[in-house]
């Protein structure tokens, strides 16, 4: 890592994205910003002299490689992928479609692994670099109608704690990052949150209560990313990046109270849970 970075930020048309983009750009990093219209991309985070943008869908691998290349032709090196693109596919399971459940891991889960792997190869080569991914509380913690979005985070939670074995000893640091409710435009309905497409009529009621409940939502998160974005630049920036961090105090709560749950449950088993090996 060195006083001036190179960032690679997914995701970065809008949102989150937009706010980590200006942060490190700010900080005096040199920004590979992407998003599906480079145009669009480079608009929402305003014309710099050391922003890059990039066209870029993350389902699909061969873009993802030719994102990679286009940055090191232009900045020689990445040193800070950050996996932030995403999208919100909510409701109950069952009004949730086969089809809609295979896209929320195609963006959410297997996105940034495509990514990842177009840029890991050029961080081996520099045997240093930060991966830092975007995952949500709901990666933690599954919740009411979330069971489309929360296992596509779950599954990120899992990939990071596993990669940081298979990249440290080529200098590359990992970090997850689980935000809480965050003013960004995950909850807008057309632009990063997708309803579900079947109707059963014993979650009809329900539905409609929980779509007014999250619309409701909508610019009213306690989070401010910008703030966030700058904790994230100031942690990379460190070069001590936890394995993950928790963005936000909602989040921090949740999980706290999540965890005093689990050792409850571990707790009122411990005897049959110990009972389980084969006898002597």
């Known amino acids: 890592m060195t006083a001036q970075n190179v960032w690679f930020i ?48 993350i389902t699909d691998p061969a873009a993802a490689e030719r994102a990679a290349a286009t940055a090191v ?27 809609q459940m295979r896209a929320q891991m195609e963006t959410n889960f297997f996105g940034p692994l495509n990514v990842t792997r177009a840029v890991l190869p050029i961080m081996r080569t520099q045997r240093s670099g930060q991966v830092i991914t975007v995952t949500s509380a709901a990666g933690l913690i599954g919740q009411e109608f979330c069971a489309a979005y929360a296992p596509s985070k779950f599954a990120l939670e899992g990939w990071m704690e596993s990669l940081r074995f298979d990249v440290e000893p080529y200098g590359i640091k990992t970090m997850a990052v689980e935000p809480g409710f965050f003013r960004t435009e995950l909850l807008v309905e057309g632009s990063s949150t997708i309803w579900p497409e079947l109707d059963i009529e014993d979650y009809a009621e329900r539905t409609k209560e929980t779509i007014a409940a999250w619309s409701s939502m909508n610019g009213q998160q306690g989070g401010d990313p910008a703030k966030l ?35 409850g449950q571990i707790d009122a088993h ?7 090996s084969y006898d002597a």
Request: charged share 20%; proline share 1%.
């Open 10 to 57: 997914t995701g970065a048309s809008r949102g989150l994205g937009v706010e980590i983009a200006r942060a490190a750009l700010a900080a005096g990093h040199l920004v590979v910003a992407t998003g599906r219209d480079a145009d669009r991309t480079r608009a929402a985070v305003g014309e710099h002299e050391r922003l890059l943008a990039v066209a870029l869908d």
């Open 73 to 99: 032709d232009r900045f020689g090196r990445i040193d800070v992928l950050v996996n932030n693109a995403g999208n919100f596919y909510a409701g109950y399971f069952e009004n949730i479609s086969d089809a």
């Open 229 to 263: 974005a700058a904790a994230l630049v100031t942690l990379s920036d460190s070069g001590d990046l936890p394995l993950r961090f928790l963005a936000g105090a909602d989040v921090m709560a949740g999980v706290e109270q999540n965890l005093a749950a689990i050792q």
């Open 270 to 276: 411990r005897e049959l849970s110990s009972s389980l």
